[in-house]
């Protein structure tokens, strides 16, 4: 929805203060999951005398920490939550019980929690205790912080994105295979940061063989999300740089029984194998969801990025588009084979955003949700310049 035209929630002061909550959630940013980024601060007469935000699972809630730094100054005080307050016993106790016990008078909150255990309960117990509470102030903000823990709520499966670079002539690389570099360094900068974002990225076996990518974060003290290389034949290099798990793991996933030699070998490196009766993108993510991932970055060729689309676990896409030409008829292309002979076929993405990254173009949008139509199909054929899985 255009924000120009979207009701506001709350005063001007209350949208300010919901974004300081956002500000603050986004300092633990890829290190809460299988949990939600959350800020919260707590105002007296109009100053703000506590301030917190949820630091990761099994630590206490963003609440708790902007309580703690109010002190007895919560009394009376509003306290402003991006995240409803949860009203359960998880790994820590209720939230909604701390701010009772403070004594808050009023609680400003960006969103209702996804989660079935709270959806709208937490706002009741703090009604239900004479607190006045505020609900959807900067919502959209607050959602799109979420959007990964949401459609892990909502879905049971982490949230895909669908990363790529390609030339103005919609390649990701030369007739070799050579790509590096498509985008310029500020772009790849960017990707950087979607990474950090993110608690897993997942390459095919092309990509090792052909890039011999590192996927690490190069920010000192940034979490790195767990690398994961899908491979039926397990027909890999011996030393990749994603071999090396002293400072970040690495999973391989592959068929049962595949190249037992390489399973072995790679073991030796530390690197974690799953074998999957049926390797898909399906799977794959299913057993990322069991892992508690919330964000999963696909950073892989054209036949896995194809499979991945038609199987519904890409939710967003980020395409990188550098203004260069390399021509090339049997240069790969982002996306493999879907199966479409139409143009009535086309994806076409939602809420799409455009934007320059030094001389590089930026789009950001979102597939349509499953329902309105793309073909599922459970194993993508190989053989392309794209990605063997
Ligand atoms: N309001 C709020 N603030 C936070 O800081 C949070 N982390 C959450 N999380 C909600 O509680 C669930 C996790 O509970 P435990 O950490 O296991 O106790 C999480 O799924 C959210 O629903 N909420
Ligand atoms: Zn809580």
Same mark, same amino acid.
Request: charged content about 15%; aromatic content about 6%; hydrophobic content about 50%.
């Given at each position: 929805m255009d924000s120009k035209i979207e009701p506001r929630v709350g005063t001007a002061f209350d949208r300010e203060m919901m974004q300081r909550c956002l500000t603050l959630a986004r300092r633990a940013l890829g290190r809460t999951a299988p949990n939600p980024l959350v800020g919260a601060v707590v105002v007296q007469d109009g100053k703000i005398v506590g301030e917190g935000f949820h630091p990761g699972a099994g630590q206490p809630h963003a609440e708790v920490f902007a309580l703690k730094a109010a002190g007895d100054r919560a009394q009376g005080a509003t306290v402003y939550v991006s995240l409803e307050p949860c009203n359960h016993y998880g790994r820590t106790p209720p939230c909604t019980e701390a701010l009772?016990? +403070?004594? /808050?008078?009023? /609680?400003v909150v960006g969103m209702v929690d996804p989660n079935p255990l709270v959806a709208g309960g937490g706002v009741a117990r703090l009604r239900s205790a004479g607190i006045e509470v505020v609900v959807g102030v900067e919502e959209a903000d607050c959602r799109q912080l979420n959007e990964g823990f949401i459609h892990r709520m909502v879905y049971q499966r982490p949230f895909?994105?669908?990363?790529? +670079? $390609? %030339?103005?002539?919609g390649k990701i690389a030369t007739t070799s295979g050579h790509s590096a570099w498509i985008t310029n360094p500020a772009a790849r900068e960017e990707v950087q940061q979607l990474r950090i974002a993110c608690d897993a990225i997942i390459v095919g076996g092309n990509t090792v063989r052909i890039d011999n990518p590192r996927l690490t974060i190069r920010q000192i003290d940034a979490p790195n999300p767990l690398r994961v290389v899908m491979s039926? #034949?397990?027909?890999?290099?011996? !030393? +990749?740089?994603?071999? @090396? %798990?002293? !400072? /970040?793991? #690495?999973?391989? $996933?592959t068929q049962a029984g595949a190249n037992p030699d390489m399973q072995m070998l790679l073991r030796d490196r530390g690197v974690e194998i799953l074998e999957l009766d049926s390797l898909t993108p399906t799977a794959a993510m299913a057993h990322l969801y069991q892992r508690g991932c919330l964000s999963v970055l696909w950073e892989c060729g054209g036949t896995l990025a194809a499979e991945a689309i038609a199987q519904g676990t890409v939710q967003k896409i980020f395409a990188f588009i550098a203004p260069k030409i390399i021509g090339g008829s049997t240069a790969p292309t982002p996306v493999g084979d879907l199966g479409f002979t139409q143009? #009535? @076929? +086309?994806? %076409?993405?939602?809420?799409v955003q455009w934007r320059t990254v030094g001389s590089d173009c930026l789009m950001e949008g979102y597939l349509p949700s499953r329902e309105s139509g793309v073909g599922s199909r459970e194993s993508g054929d190989k053989g392309d310049k794209g990605e063997e899985s």
């Open positions: 009772i016990a +403070a004594g /808050v008078a009023k /609680v895909g994105i669908f990363k790529y +670079a $390609m %030339t103005l002539d039926r #034949t397990l027909d890999l290099p011996t !030393t +990749a740089h994603l071999w @090396q %798990t002293e !400072t /970040v793991s #690495t999973l391989v $996933m143009m #009535t @076929q +086309a994806i %076409t993405l939602e809420r």
